[in-house]
Structures are given as C-alpha cells and as structure tokens.
C-alpha cells in the first residue's frame, strides 16, 4: 500500500488498525528470580568454592588423577540403562527433554554414567589400567528444594577404572579424607557397607523379599513395587514406615559370597591401617543399581547439622560391560561442593581472605586514565594488590569508595 496517497484522516483510521491498542503496549511487569531449588553464586560466595576446588584438584594430581570434562547432556537411555530404571534418580528426578530430531536427551543427575560413556567412547579403555579421572562441575535432579538440597548442584567426582583390588576402594576413600582435613573440615564419619555380587546377591534378594512378603501393608506404594522388581531398593527407602521395618531386615552382610566377605574384610583392614574410623551400615545401598561389593557415605557426626550425606561413592564392577565395553571393574565416589560449605559455616570454620589491594590509583584526565590502565597492568604483574576507580574522573567521586 502507498501510503503517501493516503489522506491525514484516512491514514489515523488504517494507523489504528494496524497498530495495538497503547493499553496492550504496556508489558506486565515481572519480577524474575533464579528457578526454584537453583541459586546465584555472588562474588562473596566465591572464597571457599575457589578453596575447594583447588585443594580437589591438587588431592587429585597428587594421587594420579587425570581431569575429565563430560557434558552436561546425554541420551537419556545412559542413565536409564547405567544408573537404573527403577531408580529414584531416573523415576522422578531426571530433566528430560525431546530435541527437534526426536532424541531424547537428559540433564545429567551424576557423574559415572556420562565418564565411562567417554571412557570407551575416547579409547581411554586401551591405556594402562587402572585409568584414574576426576571431574567437578553441576548436575542436576528435580528433587524437593530443602536444607542441602537443589536441584542444581555441584560435586567433585572421582573415578578408578581398570582396578578390582580392595585397596582401590579404601584409596578413594581416603582422598576424601585428605580434602577434609585440609579444607579444616571437623567430625566427618564415614559409613561403609557390602551389597554384594551377582553370584551372592540373588539369595540374599529371595531372603528379603520373604521378609517383606507379609508386610506389604506396612510399606509405601513404591516399596510395594520395587519389592518385586528390586528388593534392595526398599532399604534405600526414606519412608519413615518404611525405615522402621528396614531396622529389623537381614543384614545382607550376613549373606555375602567367600570373595566378597574377603574383598569387604580386606577394605575394613586397609581403613584400620590408615586410622580412618568407619561405622558398618548393613542397611546402607545406595540408590544406584550398578553398585556392588563395597559401598560408603561420608556423614556429619553431629547430628543436630546432619542435613544429607556430604557425599559418597562405591565399586561398579558391571557398568562398563553394561555400556558396551568389557569386564571392567571400577570404583568412584563424589561429595557435594554445596553440602560441603554447609558444614563449613555450621562449624564456623574460617578462611583466609584474598588481601586486600594494598594501591589505590587515582587518575585525572584522559591521559593518566591511559596511563593508568598500563601501570595498573604493570603492577598486577608483580603480584600487587591494587584497585582503581577508571570509571570516575574527578578525585572526590574516585574516593567515594
């Protein structure tokens, strides 16, 4: 249309059809805030993370661990197949979305899954054994926001792969105990337990579900379900009702096979060398199904802060077949970064702070700010602590700190 050949008021009428009414101009306002069970880290946040991280990374450098970095996403089918279809982490707390071509991919809610993937994807399976690799960064799980837990978080991973020896399990464990100890982190105790293998576990499953077949009223609609697909699953359970009846099931370490009793009895031995003191879960699992023989969790001892486990881990000696590779037995285990800072501050425990500048540069006029930005430059260099204010021109708003 040539709206030059249009008359003043014939142009307002076509102009008020073309354009919206001012009232639907004005864009509701809307307060947006970080999604729920996620938070911001603010600069101040930063001191103790940097510290952690750094201390995790040195512990693992020291201890022949190479840094992996997997992604974020993944088929879907990776944690279905190697974390477990009827686990929690898959039934209710995965992220999943469709992509335009139709695959399914998930935000990922653990490390060892997506590190093994790489693992046989990038030959890491035709170095040397063991392969040691570790990994920090976020995961994700759609859990019920609360006192240590979100629904992004971040952990630091470690992974042994290649090794069956006890002494690989206790080794993991172990440097977890040396990050806690130099980070000033007090009163952690470690749980520890045998689940078993797939020559013993199978008779052990038939003597729990004979225990649980009369009590089916007495457990929650999941346990009744797990019960006939997973047995052992009912004592990861968190039901109040559910972990009475728990506390008087048979203790599957009564029921384990001539290995894994030697395995387990030569991982408690290592522990007492190392003067790690330990407490027998016979009820902790896990709730991962690639886990067998040992298993552990790293708790507060003081139970007036005891949120969740500060972190975890145990041997998977089937998940690398599991995901198309050979017999491959392995160990890992992870804490949360967030979990751990939340001791921390429960324990008031101090950090040194970065200093403090120890220069103040001030500049007038648009060749000392050019200057300025080279000298400032110069003297970072030299490791001196400085800060400037280039934004500002005069001296009283420099000042005005």
């Known amino acids: 249309m040539d709206y030059s050949l249009i008359s003043s008021s014939r142009w307002s009428a076509v102009n008020s059809q073309r354009m919206p009414k001012e009232k639907n101009l004005k864009l509701k306002k809307k307060t947006f805030q970080a999604p729920k069970g996620t938070f911001d880290i603010l600069p101040s946040d930063q001191v103790w993370r940097e510290k952690i991280c750094k201390i995790a990374n040195e512990v693992a450098k020291g201890y022949g661990f190479g840094k992996i970095e997997t992604p974020i996403i993944e088929d879907t089918e990776l944690f279905v197949r190697g974390t477990g279809a009827d686990t929690d982490i898959v039934e209710k707390q995965m992220y999943t979305f469709k992509t335009k071509g139709g695959d399914s991919l998930s935000l990922r809610p653990e490390f060892t899954p997506g590190v093994i993937r790489a693992f046989l994807e990038n030959g890491l399976s035709s170095l040397p054994q063991p392969v040691k690799l570790y990994s920090v960064g976020p995961l994700f799980r759609y859990e019920r926001p609360q006192a240590g837990r979100y629904r992004q978080f971040n952990q630091i991973n470690f992974e042994t792969i290649g090794s069956q020896s006890s002494a690989t399990d206790v080794q993991i464990i172990q440097m977890f105990f040396v990050i806690f100890k130099e980070i000033g982190l007090k009163g952690i105790n470690l749980q520890i337990n045998s689940i078993g293998c797939k020559d013993c576990r199978p008779a052990y499953r038939k003597v729990l579900t004979n225990y649980y077949r009369n009590k089916t009223d007495r457990i929650c609609v999941d346990c009744r379900r797990r019960l006939k697909e997973n047995p052992l699953r009912?004592?990861?359970?968190k039901e109040e009702k559910c972990v009475i009846l728990r506390n008087s099931a048979p203790h599957i370490i009564d029921h384990l096979c001539e290995s894994c009793h030697n395995h387990f009895k030569s991982v408690l031995e290592f522990l007492d060398e190392l003067e790690i003191p330990y407490m027998l879960n016979s009820y902790l699992v896990r709730g991962l199904d690639y886990y067998t023989k040992t298993v552990f969790e790293f708790w507060p001892e003081d139970e007036s802060v005891r949120q969740a486990a500060l972190g975890g881990g145990g041997r998977y000696d089937y998940l690398v077949k599991l995901l198309g590779g050979r017999d491959t037995p392995?160990?890992?285990g992870g804490c949360g970064l967030e979990r751990i800072?939340?001791?921390?501050?429960?324990?008031?425990?101090?950090?040194?702070l970065p200093a403090s500048p120890r220069v103040f540069l001030i500049q007038l006029g648009d060749l000392a700010k050019k200057k300025g930005l080279k000298l400032?430059?110069?003297l970072r260099k030299e490791n001196?602590?400085?800060?400037?204010?280039?934004s500002k021109d005069s001296i009283k708003t420099q000042l005005r700190l």
């Not at 001196?384 to 280039?390: A, H, M, V």
């Open 376 to 378: 400032f430059e110069q």
């Open 330 to 332: 392995a160990v890992g």
């Open 234 to 237: 009912l004592l990861d359970c």
């Open 341 to 352: 800072i939340n001791q921390l501050n429960a324990q008031n425990a101090k950090i040194n």
């Open 384 to 390: 001196i602590y400085i800060t400037e204010s280039f």
